[in-house]
């Protein structure tokens, strides 16, 4: 079945907010080394190389499908003052529940179109969303933990400084 134009371009749109994500979390990573925080910032790079992998993998699904991709210029984020660590992965958190506001939205554009085929890859994405939202909500739980105590938060940021990037398993047909 060829892939119809409304979830061609819902998929085109989709990697354009990967690709956002992706320069977000490269920002923030760059706040939290300039702001002495260097496992929270590796913890952000890790970010940044998830959202480029889900970008990749909207990509090749598009490839796969044999539909012209639109790649658009991605805005750049904005050098905001976040005032502090939490602060940081607060903003991480609201802009994850977006993307599963959109995710939901892109698989409702591919559900109307009968393109199931669209619809059960998404999920993928679907389930992932629930974990990018829990992690930030677990960052957000653990600055909250350690509030006002530097040694808890001090041994916090060295254990996010071990988070291991191990490649996103996004499954592709064929
Ligand atoms: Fe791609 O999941 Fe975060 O944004």
């Known amino acids: 079945m060829k892939m119809k134009e409304e979830v061609r371009k819902a998929f085109s749109t989709q990697i354009n907010r990967e690709y956002y994500s992706a320069f977000l979390y490269l920002q923030m990573s760059d706040w939290l080394n300039q702001n002495n925080w260097p496992g929270c910032a590796h913890w952000m790079y890790v970010q940044y190389k998830e959202e480029l992998a889900h970008a990749q993998g909207l990509f090749e699904y598009l490839q796969y499908r044999g539909v012209e991709v639109d790649i658009d210029k991605v805005d750049k984020p904005e050098k905001k003052e976040w005032e502090n660590v939490l602060g940081v992965f607060e903003g991480a958190l609201a802009h994850e529940q977006q993307i599963t506001t959109w995710i939901n939205e892109v698989v ?12 059960l890859f998404l999920d993928w994405y679907v389930v992932e969303q629930v974990e990018e ?21 001090r041994r916090w940021d060295y254990h996010m400084g071990k988070r291991v990037f191990s490649g996103e398993d996004i499954p592709m047909p064929g």
């Not at 409702?108 to 619809?119: E, W």
Request: proline share 0%; aromatic share 0%.
């Open 108 to 119: 409702d554009i591919a559900a109307k179109a009968g393109d199931k085929a669209a619809v």
């Open 133 to 153: 939202e829990a992690n930030q909500e677990v960052n957000i739980d653990n600055v909250k933990a350690g509030d006002g105590m530097s040694g808890i938060l």
